[in-house]
């Protein structure tokens, strides 16, 4: 079952290459390059899965995930990190953080990572 998806991260490029990757199989309904984007498109859209990345400027992605899960508990948001970020990932989690894949980004980590958060129908 495709899902909408709002991809946010501060790079074009991995905006971009995120769009390739779910193209066929989801609709990304919005991209915001910030938190503060990244908010004000989920309460717009209200998108099935948001894909975050972790560091961005005016607002990263922990304080974005922690308001986009006080707006709606069930909200599922996927983090995007780099290897070596595991203190990243933790405070992630504890934002509210459902899941993570990680870069280089490759399709069949995305999709399973976004079936994982929302689950899969059969």
Known sequence: MARSVLVVDDSAFMRNLLKQLLEDDHEVVGEAENGVEAVELYR?????????????????????????????????????????????????VEAGADGY????????????AIDDVVGVEA
């Open 44 to 92: 717009e859209l209200d998108p099935d899965v948001v894909t975050m990345d972790v560091v961005m400027p005016i607002r990263n992605g922990i304080e974005a995930t922690s308001e986009i899960k006080s707006i709606d508990p069930d909200s599922s948001v996927i983090m995007c990190t780099s290897v070596g970020q595991e203190e990243k990932m933790r405070q992630a």
């Open 101 to 112: 894949i990680t870069k280089p980004f490759q399709k069949p980590n995305v999709l399973e």
